[in-house]
């Protein structure tokens, strides 16, 4: 695919480094153990893998609370580990994409400990410090704002009292992340997925933030308020602005941002002139009802509004919300992957997407996640989405030979690696097949996305090029149905015994059945 950077092309992969693969034994994953999987990856036809903070940390947050952003965590490995990491997925032809957390740190780095510990250090006004609280809450509930005894203030933290804020309107700070960025960027990584992009600034005036008109009482508490001024402030692309530039001066990097907004707000991290990020990941299909109407409005409406030159992303999942398997239904996974695999621009999996994990079941005692354990029985908690990857049919499904950090899925012994390897028909290879399909047909990655519509359960829409075009038909339904379409082939399809298959004017689809064609020019 020439003309496209490598970030455009690629199929993005996440790994959740705790629950990827252990290969000491602490029921923990880490660096060694990515590298024993590396292969696996190359084998679905990803072409980079983000990995979730790696940094020394307390792990309050499970590693979004950094207390070094310029080493690894020893439950993970260190730095010679990583740097093996890096030659050997270069070597694979795999790119590495860190995450970067740059809104806030952990209470117990050094940064912190010397901010807190009088109101005269010099790092005073790296963190946000105030005499009085506002209304401004934590993403994770309750107050944004701790009371700190030694110094008489109040500092804030998005999340837990344990990441305290970084003040970003100090050009050290700004400074000393940046050249965090660099110590990466000079070791050969080849981009960063920036943790909540959107909360880095805030309101230097820390006005309250209003009322949510909307608020009812089925929502959670965290929604009485509209975050006006402690989120997406128009400062915060000045910021992105620079981060990019220190990307680009190095060559073929990628910026990526994690962004939950509304669309029209989103596409504006792309950046004047697209100066922002390369990828405001895009969110929309973890959030939209899963029926073919819904879905094909927000694919339009996220095309329509792509700023020219922008490039497109799609997410099914991530380490904070339930699997897609779970939130689909099973029946309805095949129909997700092919949904996925066949938008154009750049995807991103969540790690045991392609085998169809579901979210697993953790008993309350079992719970690890900081989310939860602060707002018991809310349904914030994390865990579920991020029990280990299932590898064998083995007890521990050949992530340990310990005990897992979080318990593994009931249906690891049938949802795994080494059962869907054997079977034609599984996620696993279905996967494989749309990936490789990418990969033969730049119609998929950088054709013209047309024609998206909906009928009754059916989702339709064509991607071309000036030398082909391809249809792509999804039954969102249970039910068959019999639709038009316009002759052609068949070249891939949720049933891989379709391949190939002449189609007429009419196409047959099964319930939950998806189909790729194409037209001959
Ligand atoms: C992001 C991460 C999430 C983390 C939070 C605070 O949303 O994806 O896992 O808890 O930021 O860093």
Redesign the pocket.
């Known amino acids: 695919m020439h003309n496209l950077a490598w970030w455009q092309s690629a199929v993005i992969y996440e790994v959740y480094p705790r629950s990827f693969q252990d290969s000491n034994g602490d029921g923990i994953g880490d660096l060694d153990g990515i590298i024993q999987r590396l292969d696996y990856l190359v084998g679905i036809g990803v072409g980079a893998i983000w990995i979730?903070p790696i940094y020394r940390s307390p792990m309050a947050?499970?590693g979004?609370?950094v207390a070094d952003y310029c080493d690894v965590d020893p439950i993970f490995g260190n730095l010679q580990d990583f740097d093996r990491l890096l030659i050997e997925a270069h070597r694979r032809d795999l790119k590495v994409i860190l995450d970067f957390?740059p809104?806030?740190s952990s209470d117990r780095h050094p940064w912190f400990l010397e901010s807190r510990s009088s109101r005269e250090n010099a790092k005073r006004d790296w963190y946000l410090w105030r005499d009085q609280s506002n209304n401004w809450m934590s993403?994770?509930g309750g107050s944004g704002w701790e009371w700190d005894e030694l110094t008489s203030q109040y500092y804030y933290h998005?999340?837990l009292k344990e990441?305290p804020d970084l003040n970003w309107r100090n050009p050290a700070v700004r400074a000393a992340m940046y050249d965090a960025l660099r110590f990466w960027l000079d070791k050969g990584v080849d981009g960063f997925r920036v943790?909540?992009m959107w909360l880095i600034i805030k309101d230097d005036q820390y006005r309250d933030n209003p009322s949510n008109p909307d608020f009812g009482p089925d929502q959670s508490s965290g929604n009485s308020l509209l975050p006006v001024y402690n989120s997406n402030r128009p400062e915060v692309h000045e910021v992105v602005a620079e981060m990019r530039a220190v990307i680009d001066s190095y060559p073929g990097r990628v910026l990526i941002g994690?962004i939950y907004l509304p669309v029209k707000d989103l596409m504006t991290y792309y950046g004047q002139d697209l100066n922002g990020a390369n990828l405001p990941f895009n969110f929309l299909l973890l959030q939209c009802p899963w029926n073919a109407r819904a879905i094909a409005q927000v694919i339009s409406e996220y095309m329509t509004m792509l700023p020219p030159g922008a490039w497109p992303n799609w997410v099914l999942g991530?380490?904070?919300n339930a699997r897609i398997a779970t939130r689909v239904g099973l029946s309805q996974t095949a129909i997700a992957a092919m949904l996925l695999l066949t938008l154009p621009g750049t995807l991103t999996i969540y790690y045991g997407e392609e085998i169809g994990m579901t979210n697993a079941f953790v008993r309350p005692e079992d719970v690890q996640d900081p989310?939860e354990k602060r707002q018991p029985g809310i349904g914030m908690g994390?865990d579920p989405e991020r029990s280990p990857m299932t590898w064998d049919c083995s007890d521990t499904a050949g992530f340990t030979r310990g005990q897992p950090w979080l318990p593994l899925g009931a249906d690891h012994r049938a949802v795994n690696v080494e059962v869907e390897n054997c079977d034609e028909e599984s996620m696993l290879n279905l996967y494989r097949r749309l990936i490789a399909l990418r990969r033969a047909h730049p119609a998929l990655v950088s054709g013209q996305l047309r024609s998206v519509t909906s009928l009754g359960d059916l989702l339709n829409y064509e991607l071309a090029t000036d030398h082909v075009r391809l249809m792509v038909f999804l039954n969102f339904g249970h039910s068959p149905v019999q639709v038009a379409a316009e002759s052609g082939i068949v070249l891939a399809g949720t049933d891989s015994r379709r391949r190939a298959e002449r189609v007429g004017n009419f196409v047959e689809l099964k319930g939950s059945e998806g189909i790729v064609i194409k037209i001959p020019s």
């Open positions: 979730a947050d499970f979004y609370d957390v809104n806030h993403n994770f998005s999340f990441q943790d909540v994690e991530n380490h904070d989310a994390r």
